[in-house]
């Protein structure tokens, strides 16, 4: 029996909730299932169709976290069938007092603490006391070494995917209709934050525009910086090129991205906040569709450099407009597309699981 402490679940949305789920009816199709994981308003539905036991744990942040591990380390004293204790994140292993065999995932923004730092210290206690410690992509296994976290104990296992379902005909109308007129197409799906970097993407468009004047560029999200976006882009003269999305469907979403050319998120370092890989690429990846990525994270294991996308320096706004215009010149995003497409299977969580099982 496999047990998965996690602070991140659908019906929530996210990268990480999308990966904590995979891998949890991943793992069911080998073993008995049960998950922890933080209550949400919307759960019932949700955990009376999947296949495992799922324990909602509610209450205020500071004290769900005391709460939710007492019930755990009563459930393991009670439960003696339970094999191996998987963790979302090292504070979800903090309180857990068990001898069972642990493996820990980190993603970079959550280690990335100062070497030396209290926080770093508590990340150490967490990770160098596990059996394995899941980096999902090389630079955050490099960067987990740097800080301190014992080498012998790290394994690189990208995040998988599901292969992706048909998209209605009705949504991919209306995503037609939302680009007509519109030749060259990028767009990015996230949250807005500093180090998505939007921002330098924008500033590009005002100069792309005057090669490319169909060019539109669609973001698609929230977050903190989506009023300071939307003010840069009126500041530039760009409502025309720039459009911005949130609360539409999954499906409208998914059509968006297989029509458009390019996915670009060319992301950056913004204090100890860095993109761990970028599971985004993969996803628009399954559409054909290429990807811009940055250098600083690990974009790198996401997309293959000139074949399946681009990686660029995403602190020098040239970079980024020499990259778009590579890809748009020509059309070569229509072969960086195919290439993206078959590169994308390597991540179906079929082939993902194989990595888990030879460490469990």
């Known amino acids: 029996m496999y047990l998965i402490i996690t602070r991140t679940f659908p019906p929530d949305v996210g990268g990480m909730q999308n990966l ?3 891998l949890a009816r991943s793992l069911s199709k080998l073993d008995l299932v049960k998950v922890f994981a933080d209550y949400h308003e919307d759960h019932k539905k949700f955990d009376d169709k999947v296949s495992f036991t799922i324990e909602r744990v509610s209450g205020v942040k500071l004290l769900r976290k005391y709460r939710k591990s007492l019930l755990i380390n009563e459930y393991l004293k009670e439960n003696k069938n339970v094999n191996c204790i998987i963790a979302d994140h090292w504070k979800s292993l903090e309180l857990i007092k068990s001898p069972k065999k642990k493996i820990c995932l980190i993603h970079s923004k959550e280690i990335n603490h100062p070497k030396g730092s209290r926080l770093n210290k508590k990340v ?34 990208n995040p998988g995917v599901d292969p992706v379902e048909e998209i209605p005909k009705d949504d991919l ?18 949250r807005f934050d500093k180090r998505k970097n939007h921002e330098k993407v924008i500033m590009a468009i005002r100069n792309l525009k005057e090669k490319y004047p169909d060019i539109t560029y669609t973001c698609i999200g929230y977050g903190d910086e989506e009023e300071n976006l939307k003010k840069l882009v009126i500041e530039l003269k760009l409502d025309n090129y720039v459009v911005f999305l949130s609360d539409i469907s999954n499906e409208l979403k998914n059509a968006l991205v297989a029509k458009s050319n390019i996915f670009i998120m060319p992301s950056i370092i913004y204090k100890s906040s860095v993109e761990g890989f970028g599971i985004s690429f993969i996803e628009a990846a399954q559409y054909g569709i290429p990807s ?10 996401a997309i293959i450099h000139d074949k399946t996308g681009l990686i660029c320096d995403g602190n020098n706004l040239d970079d980024i407009y020499t990259s778009i215009d590579n890809l748009l010149e020509k059309s070569k995003y229509l072969n960086l597309g195919k290439e993206a497409k078959i590169h994308s299977e390597n991540f179906h969580w079929d082939k993902i699981i194989e990595s888990y099982k030879r460490i469990l």
């Open 292 to 301: 811009i990525g940055g250098k600083d994270g690990g974009a790198s294991d």
């Open 173 to 190: 109308k209306q995503a037609d209709e939302m680009l007509k007129g519109k030749k060259q197409r990028l767009i990015t799906v996230s």
């Open 20 to 22: 904590m789920w995979g």
């Open 124 to 157: 150490l206690e967490v990770l160098n006391n596990v059996d394995h410690v899941v980096a999902n992509s090389n630079f955050t296994k490099n960067l987990a070494i740097n800080l301190g976290v014992e080498e012998r104990r790290l394994i690189v296992i």
